[in-house]
């Protein structure tokens, strides 16, 4: 937890946007409870204060696939599993990044799906208002 705190300040100070990566879902709703990562209460509020940073998270683990959005706007994507796909068919996606979305292209049994970064404004747009309320520009 105190590596991926760090890495998502440093992503935060330089202006940059995170897509996580994880081989098990974080949020519950995105996939079935018993696939959940064991601590994930733990790694949602630490992405949650990192909203204005973290777009999506894709995870594998549960081979049906899943997608939820959280509260924070942050995408969480469960990507179909190729072991669902029987032979000779193929189960994979690849990932578009625009200036304002994720595109997942799918194939097989993977889920095309678009997801938007509206939710990187709206944290910026809260910000700037407090900025102009309390006169604090830093």
């Not at 709703?29 to 601590?39: A, D, Y």
């Not at 204005?52 to 179909?80: M, P």
């Not at 000779?88 to 625009?98: E, L």
């Amino acid at each position: 937890m105190d590596w991926l705190r760090q890495t998502l300040e440093e992503s935060r100070q330089q202006s940059e946007k995170v897509v996580i990566l994880s081989h098990q879902p974080i949020l519950p709703g995105s996939s079935s409870p018993i696939c959940l990562v064991w601590n994930y209460r733990d790694v949602l509020l630490l992405l949650r204060e990192f909203s204005d940073v973290v777009i999506a998270s894709f995870a594998g683990h549960a081979h049906k696939g899943g997608y939820k959005r959280d509260i924070s706007g942050i995408h969480f994507r469960v990507v179909e599993a190729v072991l669902e796909n029987p032979a000779p068919n193929k189960t994979y996606g690849m990932v578009d990044v625009h200036h304002d979305r994720l595109v997942v292209r799918g194939f097989g049994n993977c889920t095309s799906a678009e997801y938007d970064f509206k939710h990187l404004r709206s944290v910026v747009s809260s910000i700037r208002g407090c900025e102009a309320a309390t006169g604090d520009a830093s």
